[in-house]
């Protein structure tokens, strides 16, 4: 028993939705963003202590230097923006 579960295993939602038996409740009302994409590069350079996280016209950008790669997403509104216009801005 607890009063806060925290699952972090994404969209397979194993804890939540497997062990739990929680079901999907859509924020989409408030959260436009709904879609994104997501690449690993080669890290070059020192590892950064931080994440970087830019604005972009339907949603955002991530970069988190890793270990020994370099993480990078696009998280956007599908609804302003197509998959292949948010590839092209994310790679």
Same mark, same amino acid.
């Given at each position: ?11 397979? *939602? =194993?804890?939540?939705?497997? &062990?739990?038996? #929680?079901?999907?409740?859509? $924020? !989409? ?5 709904? /879609? &994104?994409? /997501?690449? !690993? @590069? #080669?890290? @070059? ?5 931080? @994440?970087? *996280?830019? /604005?972009?016209? &339907?949603? $955002?950008?991530?970069?988190?230097? =890793? !270990? +020994?790669?370099?993480?990078?997403? +696009?998280?956007?509104? *599908? /609804?302003?923006?197509?998959?292949? *216009?948010?590839? !092209? @801005?994310?790679?």
């Amino acid at each position: 028993n607890a009063e806060l579960f925290i699952d972090c295993s994404g969209f397979r *939602s =194993l804890l939540l939705g497997e &062990a739990l038996g #929680v079901g999907y409740q859509s $924020w !989409q009302q408030w959260l436009l963003c709904d /879609a &994104a994409q /997501a690449v !690993q @590069t #080669v890290r @070059t350079g020192p590892i950064l202590p931080y @994440t970087r *996280s830019i /604005a972009m016209d &339907a949603g $955002w950008q991530w970069r988190i230097p =890793l !270990q +020994h790669r370099m993480g990078n997403g +696009h998280i956007y509104a *599908s /609804a302003f923006c197509s998959d292949e *216009s948010a590839r !092209q @801005t994310l790679l």
